[in-house]
């Protein structure tokens, strides 16, 4: 497991300057952002539907550049690297999609699997971790189903073990509990909690779940007409000092 | 029960039956045509040797004597084969087709001819044998037959260089067709297109996926088309043989080693055509997004 370590601290896990984003000839769906999420944070994105929180996790997790302004990530420009630089920044961030993103034609426990498949890593090395994952999100019993014949919170929860299983050094979630019943959010909130607090992973989450909000005492961020501001605390290697945030949940 | 590791693409879909469908119908096209082409070559080849050597000469105002007199002479002649009188039998039945089995009427003057088989190294052969004829006191004319096969040559050159376009038109067609097939492909699955890529696959990986994918289409495709060309050609050559010797309207085709080495090369062009022409696409396509 990866302990966390003092340089870990030394560089921004994201950093945003003077970014903005317009898509073909279309207005500015983000303009000017400037923001800094110190490694082993755990910060809330908020705002209304059509507010471009997609569109900014889509610059972090590296699917979209910048019209302006520069990315960067674990202390290196984006904007500099080369396209297998870019892939091998992209396995140290995990993504939640809010429409899931799951392959239908591969199994549960293959659509878990397929980041570590990429990274070249071999079955036998990581069937055993997937397995114990999938048991953990209570899909033990589902492995060799389709995703098609899941319920949505099942396939959300798919979603995330997808996202978890090579533990990234970032996580990035959009709306990860939208799908699931009290107790199963509190979970898999849980689980979030456990590889920030555990492994040092800087955990971003774009939610409208208001409640989830206020009991996680992290920063808050939201998005309104194309600008960020910071609702509530701060952001960095402090959130990791604060009891657990988790504690008062089911 | 262990998971089992399916392909990270799916199975194919009914798009790639027709892709399928029509790349094997090029490659049986393209099979044809190559065999075509090299057919027509080796019968290029083959007549020109033939008639390389050979020279007609004839001989006005001469009985049957004087022309094996005349045979006799030019067998002796440097770099002369052979050389043979024709008979009046050989003679009536090369005018048979324009003067029918009755002959030729018995007082019209027919130039007797003589057959004369040179060496192909053999140098000026026409020309001494015309010298040699009159300085002999015959009055002679000499065809050299090499003359005539400059034209037919020519002829089929230009059909072997048709043949080879055609088979270069069907390739280039195939090639198109693949890369419009695999890029509609990757548009139908821009969506794991796009789970892979955020999970940090290399451009190279995806292609590499496309590419695997469609070189056994191609192969595949190609297989079963020059099949079906080779079950064509063993039918022409049936029916060739079968119309003994009224088949001349049918391609002297033939199933020899070079035959049998196109028909097995034909797929394995198919499949990497089929490859290359994916991992171009795909690799185009990837880096049209960051």
């Not at chain 1, 955990?203 to 007409?225: C, F, S």
């Not at chain 2, 033939?50 to 020279?55: F, H, K, L, R, T």
Request: charged share 20%.
């Amino acid at each position: 497991m990866t302990q966390l370590r003092p340089d870990m601290f030394d560089e921004a896990a994201v950093r945003l300057d003077g970014v903005s984003l317009r898509y073909d000839s279309t207005e500015e769906i983000l303009s000017g952002i400037d923001l800094v999420l110190k490694p082993a944070s755990f910060s809330f994105l908020t705002g209304a539907s059509g507010a471009g929180k997609s569109s900014l996790l889509k610059l972090l997790y590296l699917a979209q550049p910048p019209s302006r302004g520069e990315v960067s990530l674990f202390g290196r420009p984006t904007s500099r690297l080369s396209r297998d630089e870019l892939s091998a920044m992209r396995r140290r961030v995990g993504v939640v999609f809010q429409e899931f993103r799951l392959l239908n034609h591969l199994t549960v426990y293959e659509n878990v699997a397929l980041p570590l498949r990429v990274m070249g890593r071999k079955e036998s090395q990581y069937r055993r971790d997937v397995e114990e994952l999938l048991r953990w999100v209570g899909l033990g019993e589902r492995l060799h189903k389709r995703p098609e014949t899941l319920s949505g919170g099942e396939q959300q929860r798919v979603a995330i073990a997808r996202a978890v299983v090579t533990q990234p050094n970032l996580l990035i979630a959009d709306e990860p509990t939208g799908n699931v019943d009290p107790d199963m959010a509190a979970r898999l909130m849980r689980l979030f909690y456990e590889l920030n607090k555990r492994l040092g992973t800087t955990v971003v989450i774009a939610t409208h779940d208001l409640g989830l909000i206020r009991q996680i005492d992290a920063p808050v961020y939201r998005l309104a007409d194309g600008m960020l501001v910071q609702e509530n605390g701060e952001v960095g290697p402090t959130a990791r000092r604060r009891t657990d945030p988790l504690r008062a949940m089911p | 029960m262990k998971p089992t590791e399916n392909s990270l693409l799916p199975l194919e879909d009914a798009r790639e039956a027709a892709l399928f469908f029509v790349v094997g119908a090029l490659c049986f096209l393209a099979a044809l045509a190559a065999l075509s082409a090299k057919s027509t070559y080796g019968a290029a080849r083959a007549w020109t040797a033939q008639v390389e050597g050979e020279y007609t000469v004839s001989l006005s105002g001469a009985d049957a004597t004087a022309a094996d007199e005349a045979a006799r002479l030019l067998s002796g002649l440097d770099g002369v084969i052979t050389a043979r009188a024709f008979s009046d039998a050989e003679i009536n039945a090369l005018l048979e087709p324009n003067f029918g089995k009755s002959g030729l009427p018995a007082d019209l003057p027919v130039p007797r001819l003589i057959a004369v088989t040179g060496a192909a190294d053999a140098e000026d052969l026409g020309a001494r044998i015309s010298t040699a004829l009159h300085d002999a006191g015959h009055s002679a004319a000499v065809d050299a037959h090499a003359e005539w096969a400059g034209d037919v040559r020519r002829m089929l050159s230009i059909s072997r260089i048709a043949a080879l376009s055609i088979v270069a038109l069907l390739s280039a067609t195939a090639i198109a067709v693949i890369a419009f097939a695999t890029h509609a492909a990757l548009l139908a699955r821009r969506d794991i297109v796009d789970v892979l890529h955020v999970a940090g696959a290399k451009d190279r990986f995806i292609a590499g996926l496309f590419e695997r994918r469609f070189w056994l289409l191609g192969l595949r495709a190609g297989t079963v088309g020059a099949l079906v060309a080779l079950a064509s050609v063993a039918i022409l050559i049936a029916l060739g043989r079968s119309g003994a010797e009224r088949s001349g309207l049918l391609p002297q085709l033939s199933l020899d080693f070079p035959d049998l080495a196109v028909l097995v090369v034909t797929p394995v062009i198919a499949g990497l055509a089929a490859r290359l022409a994916a991992g171009i696409t795909v690799m185009r396509s990837l880096r049209s997004v960051m």
